[in-house]
Each structure stands twice: as C-alpha cells, then as structure tokens.
C-alpha cells in the first residue's frame, strides 16, 4: 500500500490511475526508508533507470522486467531472493546487509559497481561481468546442515558442497574439535554442536575472492544455502 501511495505523484493527469504515457514517463523511484514489505507493481515500470527501495522489509524482489533499469540500491532489506536475470543495463547495486544464499549477476554484463556484503552467500561468480570496476563482496555468513557417515564421523567436502567448489581455498576451522584438510573438514565428537569454518572463494573477477564463514551443524539432512 506505501509502494501503491509513492506512485500516485505519477498520475499527472488526477485520474486516478497511470496511463501508458505516464508508466512510460517514469524513470527514477526511491521509496528507501519507508517500511515497504512488497514492491508488486514495480514490475509494470519498465523505463525505469533508477531504484532506490533500501532500507525497507522486502524478502524478495524481481526487477528482471524492469530492462531499462541502471542503477538499483537495495540493501540493507532482508532479501532472501534477488531476480535479476534480464536486468542486462545495470551498472550500479547495492544489495548489501540481506539474507540472500545466492546471487545471480552472470546477465548484468554492464555492471560495473557490486557491493554485496553481509549476506549468506557461499559462492559469487562473476566471470561474465568484464566491466566491472568496483566489487566488495566480504563477512558472508551461512549455515549448512552436515548428516553423519556410515563411520561415524561428519565429514564436509567443500569441494563437492559448494557450487563452484574449485574455486574454494584456504579452509580451516576455528573448532577445535574438528580438522581440515585441503577443502575437507570433519569431526567425530558427539557433543559438537555448530563447527565454524572459514574459505575464500575466487569470484572470476581479477583474482578477486571473497571471504565466507560458514557454519555446519550435525543433522539428519544436508541444507544448501548455495
């Protein structure tokens, strides 16, 4: 309803509703900072340039159809999903400080600004993105449910876990119960609860990596947060 209530200025004419002329008009939203849980009809702004909808209460968000779109600042929501898999114009995104698991950036192919810390992601791959000038990707946090063998022990390939596993180096642990070596790290004590353990992933760009903390837990499953 708050989205619904910025887009009124649009309504030059004070019909009531927006025409095609002047949804076509409209190149620059910013709804930051206004408690906005959903962004529905933002979808129908399709010269849109310019986003701001940072600082709000999304959970997710799809501008794929927003094709004119340049410049999108959405952070600090709690996005757990990000579509931006049309958005071939962008240059500039912030998504930092969300809950996002994974970020799909392989079509933004004019992005040339990327600030996407404090989030979950377990890999970042941006191989395809040959213009980009700016990138912070760091403090990425998540979580990854482990089952026990058949020998009794926990035993996390990063390797074979992670999408891009290749790219995972320098793994270690910070728990003293549980050892790694190479990307492998395993445990056999019952009574551990969470064993924490640090990579850094290469993201394609520049020999660029980003540092992940990621945090496994004895279950009964295992949970992918790539």
């Known amino acids: 309803e708050t989205f619904r209530e910025y887009v009124r200025q649009f309504d030059t004419s004070g019909d009531g509703a927006l025409s095609e002329v002047e949804i076509a008009s409209t190149t620059v939203i910013n709804v930051s900072s206004r408690g906005i849980a959903d ?3 933002v979808e129908y702004f399709t010269a849109l340039k310019f986003l701001d909808c940072g600082i709000n209460a999304l959970t997710e968000l799809d501008v794929s159809a927003n094709t004119a779109l340049e410049v999108l600042y959405c952070n600090a929501n709690q996005l757990t999903s990000l ?3 049309k958005n071939t114009a962008l240059k500039t995104l912030w998504c930092y400080s969300n809950d996002l698991t994974s970020l799909n950036v392989s079509d933004c192919t004019a992005l040339y600004y ?16 040959t213009a980009l000038l700016y990138l ?3 403090d990425q946090t998540a979580e990854l449910g482990m089952p026990r063998g058949a020998d009794g022990t926990w035993t996390a390939d990063l390797s074979k876990l992670i999408k891009g596993g290749e790219n995972v180096t320098n793994v270690q642990t910070t728990t003293q119960e549980a050892t790694a070596s190479g990307t492998t790290v395993s445990w056999r004590d019952e009574a551990v609860e969470k064993v924490v353990v640090t990579y850094t992933y290469n993201t394609g760009y520049n020999d660029r990596t980003m540092s992940v903390e990621l945090t496994l837990i004895p279950g009964d499953a295992v949970l992918y947060t790539i």
């Open 39 to 41: 962004l529905t009809g």
């Open 83 to 85: 579509n931006l898999s």
């Open 114 to 129: 990327l600030d996407c810390p404090s989030n979950q992601l377990t890999a970042l791959n941006l191989s395809q993105n």
């Open 136 to 138: 912070a990707c760091g």
